[in-house]
């Protein structure tokens, strides 16, 4: 057993910073340092999203096989589950990377711990109506979803899926912890256990126990139970943890740079969500060929995305703990490499996808029409990744500082007010179809660009390190 466990220290310690000594020790950091730092820390982030990810394309999977009704149910569960539960917890829990990066950053260990548990209590009072919502959502989406059949599978999915709405709470909110003490690979470590499990469970439950398409949300709701379950397991055996002090009263009162935080941050998840979701709904009016068309492109887009997610994850951590350590220059340089880093790898990934997009495509869509529409619509998507990568890492960076309510109001302002009406006017007015959809988005997440760098430029890091104090001692209290 000790063996195991300098073993999977010596895993960890591949990806994880020295703590509150790296931030002292390095008075001077040069660009080189930071580039390290922020690309390594987000190597073990990306394979733990795409991991994360693959746990809906299993339900997915395993379903389509059982008919187009089963598949279309399991398609529409899953959006309307991202959009109503997980991106909302998602959401809420960004607001740690910032909260616990700059106390950690700041050696206030203990600080951190009541953070979680803050977090822990918020995100128990959301699950109750959300739970219930899902509980009832049978009988609101029979009057929404023409197809009555699709409609029930979808509600009888949401409802058994809402058991594992806790785990996956604790989930996302444990993994925001340790990774503020820099501890970056836990959870990529939790879903290399965890999915092939989840793969075994949905064959189990859906084929081999002949459950059919309620196997696929009882299989979930298990995974997502168990990740929680094996994440604290391994953080507890391996002693990982370095802030934890026990459940304390001070965690029932200062919440409110935890709330100022989180709804800004929830805003930003939602609005990107339904925008994406709302241009997929949009296309199925078109007909099946332009909903395929559409469905690929944002099957390929949300795969790339999780790179720079994964850098703006890592970033808006190394910003804040230079913060919290009370180092405004070092802190405005993480900023510039971040910003130069998402630079290189939306060009990357554009080229891959202009380079290799044929490839890519014949993996999701087999038929000729398809294709050829995708592949007429990819140069778009490619630079909409560019951007897009920018806009993520710009995000990111408003979050390190605790401005997350400017990344909100400007993502809500640019996708409601320009990428969705300019893109349904282009699709149904000029008859440019799922073309439509992606300038609309690529016109929003350019002004997204324009405004946040324009903020960013104009921050004032020693005030961003004085807001940190003073908030961080508002929080204590």
């Known amino acids: 057993m000790q063996v195991i466990r300098e073993i999977f220290h010596d895993f960890l310690r591949e990806w994880k910073i020295s703590g509150m000594s790296e931030y002292t020790r390095l008075e001077r950091p040069s660009d080189t340092t930071e580039v390290k730092s922020i690309t390594k820390n987000a190597t073990p982030v990306v394979l733990s999203l795409l991991l994360e990810y693959s746990l809906t394309t299993i339900t997915v999977i395993t379903v389509g096989n059982l008919g187009t009704v089963e598949l279309g149910a399991a398609s529409l569960a899953g959006f309307t589950a991202n959009a109503t539960g997980y991106a909302v917890y998602y959401g809420l829990t960004t607001?740690?990377?910032?909260?616990?990066?700059?106390?950690?950053?700041?050696?206030?260990?203990?600080?951190?711990?009541?953070?979680?548990?803050?977090?822990?209590?918020?995100?128990?009072?959301?699950?109750?109506?959300?739970?219930?919502?899902?509980?009832?959502?049978?009988?609101?989406?029979?009057?929404?979803?023409?197809?009555?059949?699709?409609?029930?599978?979808?509600?009888?999915?949401?409802?058994?899926?809402?058991?594992?709405?806790?785990?996956?709470?604790?989930?996302?909110?444990?993994?925001?912890?340790?990774?503020?003490?820099?501890?970056?690979?836990?959870?990529?470590?939790?879903?290399?256990?965890?999915?092939?499990?989840s793969a075994f469970l949905n064959w189990f439950l859906v084929w081999n126990r002949g459950m059919g398409f309620i196997g696929a949300p009882i299989a979930l709701s298990l995974t997502d139970n168990l990740i929680a379950l094996t994440f604290f397991l391994l953080v507890y055996f391996f002693s990982l943890d370095k802030c934890w002090t026990g459940f304390t009263q001070q965690s029932l009162r200062g919440w409110g740079p935890m709330i100022r935080l989180s709804i800004p941050s929830l805003l930003t998840v939602e609005v990107e969500t339904l925008a994406y979701g709302?241009?997929?709904?949009?296309?199925?009016?078109?007909?099946?060929?332009?909903?395929?068309?559409?469905?690929?492109?944002?099957?390929?887009?949300?795969?790339?995305?999780?790179?720079?997610?994964?850098?703006?994850?890592?970033?808006?951590?190394?910003?804040?703990?230079?913060?919290?350590?009370?180092?405004?220059?070092?802190?405005?340089?993480?900023?510039?490499?971040?910003?130069?880093?998402?630079?290189?790898?939306?060009?990357?990934?554009?080229?891959?996808?202009?380079?290799?997009?044929?490839?890519?495509?014949?993996?999701?869509?087999?038929?000729?029409?398809?294709?050829?529409?995708?592949?007429?619509?990819?140069?778009?998507?490619?630079?909409?990744?560019?951007?897009?990568?920018?806009?993520?890492?710009?995000?990111?960076?408003?979050?390190?500082?605790?401005?997350?309510?400017?990344?909100?109001?400007?993502?809500?302002?640019?996708?409601?007010?320009?990428?969705?009406?300019?893109?349904?006017?282009?699709?149904?007015?000029?008859?440019?179809?799922?073309?439509?959809?992606?300038?609309?988005?690529?016109?929003?997440?350019?002004?997204?660009?324009?405004?946040?760098?324009?903020?960013?430029?104009?921050v004032n890091w020693k005030r961003c390190v004085q807001d940190a104090q003073k908030s961080m001692s508002a929080a204590e209290n």
């Open 95 to 197: 607001s740690l990377d910032t909260l616990c990066a700059q106390s950690y950053g700041s050696g206030m260990k203990h600080l951190t711990s009541v953070h979680l548990q803050r977090m822990a209590l918020l995100l128990t009072l959301v699950t109750i109506p959300l739970a219930a919502l899902w509980w009832c959502a049978e009988g609101i989406l029979v009057h929404i979803i023409p197809e009555q059949d699709t409609a029930m599978l979808v509600g009888r999915y949401l409802r058994i899926a809402a058991w594992g709405m806790p785990g996956y709470a604790a989930f996302e909110a444990g993994r925001r912890y340790i990774q503020a003490q820099g501890c970056y690979s836990v959870g990529m470590y939790v879903l290399l256990i965890c999915t092939p499990i």
């Open 278 to 458: 709302l241009n997929t709904y949009a296309a199925s009016y078109l007909g099946p060929s332009i909903l395929a068309t559409q469905t690929v492109l944002s099957t390929v887009s949300n795969i790339f995305w999780h790179i720079p997610f994964a850098i703006s994850t890592s970033s808006r951590i190394r910003i804040g703990n230079w913060i919290g350590a009370g180092s405004p220059n070092a802190a405005r340089l993480a900023t510039r490499v971040s910003l130069y880093v998402a630079v290189g790898v939306g060009c990357v990934g554009m080229s891959l996808l202009l380079v290799f997009g044929r490839y890519i495509v014949r993996i999701f869509a087999k038929e000729d029409d398809v294709i050829e529409m995708v592949l007429n619509i990819l140069p778009v998507c490619a630079v909409c990744h560019v951007v897009e990568c920018v806009a993520i890492i710009s995000n990111g960076i408003l979050c390190a500082i605790g401005r997350q309510d400017v990344a909100g109001w400007v993502q809500t302002g640019a996708f409601s007010v320009l990428g969705l009406p300019v893109g349904f006017g282009i699709a149904f007015g000029l008859g440019w179809n799922v073309s439509g959809f992606w300038i609309g988005t690529l016109l929003a997440l350019c002004v997204v660009v324009w405004i946040e760098l324009a903020f960013i430029k104009r």
